[in-house]
């Protein structure tokens, strides 16, 4: 079992979880976990996960726009959220009750597209859907609304269909 996964496996995603997700999506997990460390917190919550997919070069564009860049949405953490006091080990993290919602809602998504595998569009629809995280703030702070960006994906994914 690669590192990541063992990682995944350790914050709570589950083992059916991690089967399906696309190596993007794997890689969005591994970067909120970066994120969650580097901010010296002891969970991987919503604001995590939002700076896992702005790092995604598919879904990240939906999020930066043009003048938005995977800093500013870190510096709109700190400032807005802070930062731990002191050094956290991967093992320690754990889920938020508000990203567990996160990847269920992404999972029914997945569940109702009959998709392949979870991608990084299943978790930012299912962070969309999840109206009260930390990480809608921060998109209401940059002025983006989160049911209009979803109404979006919807209508990019039905013309992909």
Excluded: C, W
């Amino acid at each position: 079992m690669a590192h990541a996964e063992r990682s995944l496996l350790s914050i709570g995603i589950s083992e059916d979880l991690s089967k399906v997700l696309s190596p993007e999506s794997n890689r969005v997990f591994r970067n909120a976990l970066r994120e969650a460390i580097s901010l010296r917190n002891s969970h991987l919550g919503t604001e995590h996960i939002l700076l896992g997919l702005v790092e995604d070069e598919n879904v990240g564009k939906f999020l930066k726009g043009e003048e938005r860049s995977i800093d500013s949405f870190r510096k709109s953490i700190r400032f807005t959220y802070g930062q731990g006091d002191t050094l956290v080990d991967i093992s320690a993290l754990h889920l938020t009750p508000r990203a567990e919602n996160v990847i269920n809602f992404a999972l029914e998504e997945f569940k109702g597209e009959g998709a392949q595998a979870l991608t990084p569009m299943h978790l930012l629809i299912g962070l969309l859907r999840e109206r009260e995280g930390k990480a809608i703030g921060i998109l209401l702070n940059f002025g983006i609304m989160p049911e209009q960006l979803l109404e979006k994906l919807r209508e990019v994914r039905e013309e992909q269909a």
